[in-house]
């Protein structure tokens, strides 16, 4: 049997070729649509990889400054915690060196006072109360020490 297509004529095995021609190229062509889909799908993977890739290095971007920061924090710190050290310890001689100037300062005006006879022994003033020789001591103190104020006495009423 034969078919007439345009004056052209064609066997049934030709066109069973034909067919199977058309057949294989219509599979080739869903294969080669398969395998751009799986291409494009693959471009997108790469891409979204990329970005990833992309964050990451800005984070470790970050974790990298932050580290430098706490270095550079930390040295300032012990700087800091040294200069504080030495100043500390510098300032409780001082300290000590200005406590006993202050003592003997006061130790030193009770002895002169005591010299020149302005303090008198409490012994010696058996007539007195107990609290009355208090009283003139410390109004003969002031006296010596702020003879501008009121007289130097000391007012117990």
Same mark, same amino acid.
């Given at each position: 049997?034969? %078919?007439?297509?345009?004056? &052209? ?7 069973? =070729? &034909?067919?199977? $021609?058309?057949?294989? $190229? ?9 395998? &751009? ?7 997108? @993977?790469f891409?979204?990889?990329? &970005?990833? =890739? @992309?964050?990451?290095?800005? #984070?470790?971007?970050? #974790? ?15 700087v $800091?915690?040294e ?7 510098? $300032? ?7 406590? %006993?100037?202050?003592? @003997? /300062? #006061?130790?030193? /005006? ?24 208090? @009283? ?7 006296? =010596? ?13």
């Open positions: 049997t034969s %078919l007439d297509t345009a004056g &052209v004529q064609f066997t049934m095995d030709q066109l069973a =070729v &034909v067919d199977d $021609a058309e057949k294989l $190229a219509a599979e080739r062509d869903q294969e080669i649509n398969k395998i &751009v889909q799986n291409i494009e799908e693959l471009s997108a @993977i891409k979204e990889l990329a &970005v990833l =890739v @992309i964050d990451q290095g800005t #984070i470790l971007d970050r #974790i990298d400054y932050n580290m430098e920061q706490v270095v550079q924090s930390t040295e300032d710190g012990v $800091a915690l200069k504080a050290e030495k100043y500390q310890k510098s $300032a409780r001689p001082r300290w000590c060196i200005c406590i %006993l100037l202050f003592l @003997i /300062t #006061i130790l030193l /005006t009770f002895l002169i006072l005591k010299h020149n006879g302005t303090l008198n022994d409490p012994r010696d003033e058996k007539e007195e109360s107990t609290t009355d020789s208090s @009283i003139d001591t410390g109004n003969r103190l002031l006296t =010596v020490l702020f003879p501008d104020i009121d007289g130097g006495k000391l007012d117990m009423d």
